[in-house]
């Protein structure tokens, strides 16, 4: 059974940095690639960040390049997301993602997700 469990959310004011932590549990960790998606209220799920399932290619939404950086860590089936800069319109519910695409650093979300994570950054 596929589990997702993302950690690290939280508030911050702008400017300020959070790290957000997903455990993977479930399924060949080192062959999926893995995204954060987020979603803010009243708006639709969107792509932050992707990784392909050895790390060589990162995938970044425009709004974050610079700002956020990607990482896995397959020895520990964790990924995380490492944010600065941040900015009030980053605050959503952050959520960790599973695609068995593993070598596509692009591609539809699979059908596996986390439970979310808040994250508000306050001006």
């Known amino acids: 059974q596929v589990q997702l469990v993302e950690s690290g959310g939280g508030f911050v004011n702008a400017g300020g940095s959070l790290r957000l932590s997903c455990a993977a549990s479930?399924?060949?960790?080192?062959?999926?690639?893995m995204s954060w998606y987020r979603q803010a209220p009243g708006k639709g799920r969107e792509l932050v960040a992707a990784?392909?399932?050895?790390?060589?290619?990162?995938n970044y939404a425009d709004s974050v390049k610079g700002r956020f950086t990607i990482s896995r860590d397959n020895a520990k089936n964790t990924v995380g997301l490492q944010m600065n800069s941040l900015k009030p319109e980053d605050t959503a519910v952050y959520y960790c993602?599973?695609?068995?695409?593993?070598?596509?650093?692009?591609?539809?979300?699979?059908?596996?997700w986390g439970q979310g994570t808040q994250v508000t950054v306050s001006s």
């Open positions: 993602n599973a695609n068995s695409l593993g070598f596509l650093a692009y591609g539809p979300p699979g059908t596996n």
């Open positions: 479930g399924f060949t960790f080192n062959t999926y690639r």
């Open positions: 990784i392909t399932s050895t790390g060589s290619r990162t």
